[in-house]
Nanobody
Framework: QLQASGGGLVQSENSLRLSCAASGFTLDYYAIGWFRQAPGKEREGVSCISSSDGSTYYADSVKGRFTISRDNAKNTVYLQMNSLKPEDTAVYYC?????????????????????WGQGTLVTVSS
């Protein structure tokens, strides 16, 4: 199972750190992705980290503001979100797949291949 947490209500330009904790399996060999879905919009990839070499990828809309990282000792992946904007408001999900390479395409993380967390709500007020 994956458990996403850390969401909340913050003002614009503030920060939040989301956590994605795994239970029942070790994240070391899993590619991890963070996604978000705003009301009325499709789920979009925010960031991901590969398992092979730790390569990280970011959507253009969050590049320079968000940072994905792993803590293998805690079996947790984090998404540090700085300089938050109202348009970052969404439910954020994490996904883990036993693959070496990650992708920002949500379709890459099919339920047959990936675990998905339940989502955590981030609301950014202006």
């Amino acid at each position: 199972q994956l458990q996403a947490s850390g969401g909340g209500l913050v003002q614009s330009e503030n920060s939040l750190r989301l956590s994605c904790a795994a239970s029942g399996f070790t994240l070391d060999y899993y590619a991890i992705g963070w996604f978000r879905q705003a009301p009325g919009k499709e789920r979009e990839g925010v960031s991901c980290i590969s398992s092979s070499d730790g390569s990280t990828y970011y959507a253009d809309s969050v590049k320079g503001r968000f940072t994905i990282s792993r803590d293998n000792a805690k079996n947790t992946v984090y998404l540090q979100m700085n300089s938050l904007k109202p348009e970052d408001t969404a439910v954020y999900y994490c996904a883990a797949a036993f693959l070496t390479i990650c992708s920002l395409r949500a379709s890459y993380w099919s339920p047959q291949l990936a675990y998905w967390g339940q989502g955590t709500l981030v609301t950014v007020s202006s």
